[in-house]
């Protein structure tokens, strides 16, 4: 099956700096990607996706990048702010997974004002 | 419109008690998952349903964990015989059956004392 791993675990930025979170996928035939962002009690929130067709997506301040040959896909969260504070999830899913998706262990993003 | 609603939205139970949990999907919603998160963990699959039928069971732990959707609404996962390790968030998140998005439940704490 699938497995995701995310790095860092953790994270601290100044505000106004970019933050950078790095995913890695074994499933080639995964061909969807979301991030989620979490805030402390809340449920998980779509932030972005991607699809394999496409290499990169951005959002504002948010940009997602997927390399299909190395398996690895990136958020970029540009002029960070104290709200960005949450954890971030990436997944992964496609091929026969009936959608199902699988998740990076997250990564505690902490802006600092 | 309304989101994904779960309940309870806590609940706490003695060792060895059948608890079981609500999800209301969005209206229209076909698929169905749940998730579980332990403490600072990421989400962990469970069981996923196309309408009524649960075609991807294999992120169930143990057989004492069971799940049933009705109507092609509500679900509820069932725990019986509860153990300590079974404490965690559980979320549940639907779609429609063609799109890839997940829609998230606030999810119910579950302590297990």
């Known amino acids: 099956g699938e497995n995701v791993e995310q790095h860092p675990s953790t994270l601290s930025v100044q505000e106004g700096d970019s933050a950078v979170i790095k995913c890695t996928y074994s499933?080639?035939?995964?061909?969807?990607f979301p991030w989620y962002k979490q805030e402390l009690g809340k449920r998980p929130q779509l932030i972005i996706d991607?699809?394999?067709?496409?290499g990169e997506k951005k959002d504002q301040r948010i940009a997602v990048t997927l390399n299909k040959t190395a398996k690895h896909f990136s958020l970029h969260i540009t002029e960070t702010q104290p709200e960005d504070s949450a954890v971030y999830f990436c997944?992964?899913?496609?091929?026969?997974?009936?959608?199902?998706?699988?998740f990076g262990q997250g990564t505690i993003l902490t802006v600092h004002p | 419109g309304a989101g994904v609603s779960q309940s309870p939205s806590n609940k706490v139970t003695e060792k060895g008690k059948d608890v079981e949990l609500r999800c209301d999907p969005i209206s229209g919603h076909t698929a169905l998952y749940w998730y579980r998160q332990s403490l600072g963990q990421g989400l962990e699959f469970l069981i996923y349903f196309q309408g009524n039928s649960a075609p991807d069971k294999s992120g169930l732990p143990s057989d004492r964990f069971s799940a049933e959707r009705t109507g092609g609404s509500v679900s509820t996962l069932t725990i019986q015989r509860t153990q300590q390790e079974d404490s965690a968030v559980y979320l549940c998140a639907s779609k429609l059956r063609l799109q890839e998005t997940q829609y998230f439940g606030p999810g119910t704490r579950l302590l297990v004392l």
């Open positions: 991607i699809r394999s067709n496409v």
């Open positions: 499933d080639s035939a995964s061909n969807y």
């Open positions: 997944a992964a899913t496609g091929g026969t997974s009936y959608g199902k998706l699988t």
